[in-house]
């Protein structure tokens, strides 16, 4: 038995199946999860000392690359300033700033600590804003995992097969209504329907949790209207997408300027920061000047603000967007080539730093989609490419990450590894 098989044996005595995310588990690819020992630049390593090239980047996070020296410092000289205070901090004021001067949306912002609380709070925040108790999502897009926002959702529920979770009363999502992603008809007939019921609409502006999913301008646009129309908060939720599919996030692509935002992942290079933020209007309805009640005590970490300070700082420098979007590019053209050569039915598409692989004939446009693509030949690719030394998620329902530590070497290398696994897997 090898390490990582004797400690995901060890973790299954003590945490739920092993994990503590259930997709880390590796239950929809099978095998043993990979217990990662170190990273570093474009690579992890695991307990058995073998090394990847790593395109999860911790789900999005390590745009910089794995324990980017400057960041590290940053983190360094954070801590030994002390750990946590539960008291304002000139950091977070800093943070704040530099998230407003990005994102010309954000007028405010509030930190909190996880993508999950951001979601959860800019629900309650529109609820509070609009009086109103609907609330509208889309299939297959995944906000977190708050009760009323765990309807049809994506990532880990959709891997395990299953898009809503037990432990929901349903009176929790009486409130929520689903749509079809990328359905304008749909949108419009909810909105003839509801309109002015609607508190909100959350949306996975690039849906990055039923693997990549992107949207038509129509559907944006429409969005847009009929939500300002009906006096609908609309939410961008951004943890994902937001300084990775370019600095301003998709809002700056699509030219949308949503009322409110949510943010996570790189905002704190590796470390737990999340925010939310948006009209100071909206914004301004927050406890302690409004009545809208939100609160925690590790929100704004001084680690954690430092780490995203350096991160967005970095970010932010000449080129780095073009160097990142041209190894993303990179790489799906090559594997896209690589899949032709060898007749495999697979097509990868990205934005920015962010891609998607399918087994399917064609770009999925939505949750139906994406679930008709060919989910065993995709494990069989992950494990090909697992042996290759190379790391992707462990679901078809994820996408995939790229960092400006990737090399054109490296992405030249994880190509001519796809292309024996696809001449391998047919
Ligand atoms: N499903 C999560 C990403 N979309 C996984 C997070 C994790 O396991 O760390």
Partial sequence: MNRNEQLFNRAKNVIPGGVNSPVRAFGSVGGTPRF????????????????????????????????HPEVVEAVREAALGGLSFGAPTEGEIL????IAEILPSVERVRLVSSGTEATMSAIRLA????????????????????DSLLVKAGSGLLTYGNPSSAGV????????????????????QCFAEFGNRIACVILEPVAGNMNLVKPSAQFVHTLRRLTEQSGTVLIYDEVMTGFRVALGGVQSVHGIVPDLTTMGKVIGG???????????????CISPLGGVYQAGTLSGNPLSVAAGLKTLEIIQREGFYEHLNALTERLVNGLNAAAQAAGATFVADSIGGMFGMYFADKVPQSYADMQ?????CFKRFFHGMLEGGVAFGPSAYEACFMSAAHTPELIDETVATAAKVFAQIG
């Fill in 36 to 67: 990662i020992k170190k990273a570093q630049g474009a690579f992890v390593w695991d307990e058995n000392g073998q090394r990847y090239i790593d395109y999860v980047g911790s789900w999005g996070p390590a745009i910089v690359g794995h324990a």
């Fill in 169 to 188: 009363p349903e009176d929790f999502t009486r409130h929520t209504v689903v749509l079809p992603y990328n359905d304008t008809e749909a949108l419009s």
């Fill in 372 to 376: 008709a693509s060919d989910v065993e």
């Fill in 127 to 146: 609820r509070g804003y609009t009086g109103r108790d609907k609330i509208v999502k889309f299939e297959g897009c995944y906000h977190g995992h708050s």
């Fill in 95 to 98: 943070i704040a700033e530099k």
């Fill in 270 to 284: 590796g470390m737990p920061l999340a925010a939310f933020g948006g009209k100071k209007e909206i914004m301004d």
